[in-house]
C-alpha cells in the first residue's frame, strides 16, 4: 500500500489502531490466521495438495472460532493436527507422514527473520509509528 498512500503509513496504522481501541468491542474482533498454501518440501514441492482442499482448513478455522476444533499451542501461536480429531480433516488425501509433519511444523528460525524483516519495515515510519495502546490485547480462542 506504500505506493498508494498520501500520507506517512505510521500515521495510517496509528488512525485504525484508535478507532479499534475506542469504538471496538473485543468480542468482535476479525480472529486472524496465517496460513502457507505455498509452503515447500526440500525437492520444491507443494505440501498442501491444492486449492481445491483449501476448504477443509477453512472448515477447521471456522470450528476454532466457534470453540470445537483443537490447536496445539507453538511459538507462533496455534497449529491444527492433520487427521486428528478436532483437527483438520485429512480424509482421502494423499498426505505422507513426512509431509504431514513438514505441514505442521514451525520454523523458529524462519520465524525470527520474518521478525527481523517486519523491524525493518516499521522502522522507515519513523516517530509516526504507533505506541501500542494497553486495551489492544491479544485474546486467544
Known amino acids: 500500500m506504500l505506493p498508494f498512500c498520501g500520507y506517512n503509513m505510521g500515521d495510517y496504522f496509528g488512525h485504525w489502531l484508535k478507532v479499534g481501541a475506542a469504538s471496538t468491542n473485543k468480542s468482535k474482533l476479525p480472529k486472524i490466521f496465517h496460513v502457507n498454501w505455498f509452503r515447500q518440501n526440500g525437492q520444491k514441492q507443494f505440501l498442501w495438495p491444492g486449492y481445491g482442499e483449501n476448504s477443509r ?10 470453540g470445537t476444533a483443537t490447536a496445539e499451542t507453538t511459538p507462533i501461536g496455534y497449529v491444527p493436527q492433520l487427521g486428528a480429531e478436532g483437527g483438520i480433516d485429512t480424509t482421502g488425501l494423499d498426505i505422507s507422514d513426512e ?8 520454523d523458529v ?9 517486519a ?5 522507515q515510519f519513523g516517530d509516526h509509528l504507533p505506541e501500542v495502546y494497553p486495551s489492544m490485547l491479544m485474546v486467544s480462542y
Open 57 to 66: 482448513v477453512l472448515k477447521w478455522m471456522f470450528e476454532r472460532i466457534d
Open 99 to 106: 509431509q504431514g509433519q513438514l505441514l505442521q511444523s514451525v
Open 109 to 117: 528460525k524462519g520465524w525470527l527473520g520474518e521478525v527481523e524483516e
Open 119 to 123: 523491524k525493518q519495515y516499521f522502522a
